[in-house]
Nanobody
Framework: EVQLVESGGGLVKPGDSLRLSCAAS????????MSWLRQSPGKGREWVSG????????YYADSVKGRFTISRDNGKKTLYLQMNDLKPEDTAVYFC?????????RGQGTQVTVSS
């Protein structure tokens, strides 16, 4: 059974940083492209970032480019999202998902709230 478990969310102030983690199991993590999505009330689901399995290519939404960094540790079967210079508009539930575009299975999400 595919399982994706996100962690690392929380309440932070504008300009702060957070690192999200996604622990994967039940599939061959190392050969799968992965991504992060987010969803906030009134905005729907938004693709945030993707990472390919073999080429190591990274892709970002314009809204987070230069502030967020996606990475993976295949040995630990874990996907990460380093988020710097957080803004109130980054407030959302963040999900990891299989696939560069996030079209595959995804986890339950972790809440990130950016507020002063």
């Amino acid at each position: 059974e595919v399982q994706l478990v996100e962690s690392g969310g929380g309440l932070v102030k504008p300009g702060d940083s957070l690192r999200l983690s996604c622990a994967a199991s039940g599939f061959t993590f190392g050969i799968n492209d992965m991504s992060w999505l987010r969803q906030s009330p009134g905005k729907g689901r938004e693709w945030v970032s993707g990472l390919t399995a073999f080429e190591g290519g990274t892709y970002y939404a314009d809204s987070v480019k230069g502030r967020f960094t996606i990475s993976r540790d295949n040995g630990k079967k874990t996907l990460y999202l380093q988020m710097n210079d957080l803004k109130p508009e980054d407030t959302a539930v963040y999900f990891c998902a299989i696939g560069k575009d996030g079209s595959g299975a995804r986890g339950q999400g972790t809440q990130v709230t950016v507020s002063s």
